[in-house]
């Protein structure tokens, strides 16, 4: 049997790339999805690291309104409930903030919302 403190001490060590590289092994050689464990092994490791995912607010920024202005300045209008011509303000000072301190659901879903109306977006 192996030394098992001797493993856990080896798994403790792995940088995240190690723990990425195990995880693919795992998943492809075992058909093991060690989501789960991964976490828990990478939690010292990925202390270091600034976690980017972490994020819960977003700016939800227009970079360009596309072909369909009329169409994105509903959207924008509906997305802030503004007025039309507050809306249509925002829309023709592209690049220009929509909303600030967003949380991830709904910047994603007014993201897809405006991309879907012909306009360019970016979550910041």
């Not at 798994?11 to 999805?33: P, Q, S």
């Not at 060690?34 to 819960?56: C, H, I, L, Q, W």
């Amino acid at each position: 049997m192996a030394d098992l403190k001797k493993f856990a001490e080896t798994l403790v060590g792995l940088t995240v790339l190690e723990v990425n590289e195990l995880k693919t092994i795992l998943k492809d050689e075992y058909g093991i999805e060690p989501a789960a464990a991964a976490v828990a092994v990478a939690g010292p490791a990925a202390e270091a690291a600034p976690a980017e995912d972490a994020k819960s607010d977003y700016t939800i920024v227009l970079k360009d309104a596309g072909a369909q202005k009329v169409a994105v300045i509903k959207a924008v209008k509906d997305i802030t409930g503004l007025g039309l011509g507050e809306a249509k303000a925002i829309v023709d000072g592209a690049p220009a903030t929509v909303k600030e301190k967003v949380p991830t659901e709904e910047a994603e879903a007014a993201k897809k919302t405006l991309e879907e109306a012909g306009a360019s977006v970016e979550l910041q």
